[in-house]
């Protein structure tokens, strides 16, 4: 997989997160068959979060894990899951 830390229309708040490692605010899945209905949970019983779809995880030039975008498939197994699970949460606010 070609891989490049330069993406057009990225935000700054997405580039932000994509330059921090995974926590309790930020979730990297490389797939959106990934991501499971725990993730919202974890995120919706703590202060909120962000799970970017189409990023793995490497260990950047300062030893520090940072995200990459790598892409996906939005047609994918996965993607009706996501839109169901982050749909429910949407209608709890």
């Known amino acids: 997989m070609k891989r490049?830390?330069?993406?057009?229309?990225?935000?700054?708040?997405?580039?932000?997160?994509?330059a921090g490692q995974e926590g309790h605010g930020?979730?990297?899945k490389?797939?959106?068959?990934?991501?499971?209905?725990?993730?919202?949970?974890?995120f919706a019983n703590g202060r909120g979060?962000?799970?970017?779809?189409g990023v793995a995880?490497?260990?950047g030039e300062h030893g520090l894990q940072e995200g990459v975008?790598?892409?996906?498939?939005?047609?994918?197994?996965?993607?009706p899951s996501i839109h169901k699970?982050?749909?429910k949460l949407s209608?709890?606010?």
């Open 4 to 18: 490049s830390k330069e993406y057009k229309g990225l935000t700054a708040d997405t580039k932000r997160l994509l």
């Open 26 to 28: 930020v979730d990297f």
């Open 30 to 42: 490389v797939k959106p068959d990934g991501v499971k209905a725990e993730d919202f949970v974890a």
């Open 49 to 53: 979060g962000t799970i970017l779809v």
């Open 57 to 59: 995880e490497e260990t």
């Open 69 to 79: 975008v790598v892409g996906c498939s939005i047609k994918g197994p996965g993607a």
């Open 85 to 87: 699970y982050s749909s």
């Open 91 to 93: 209608t709890l606010n």
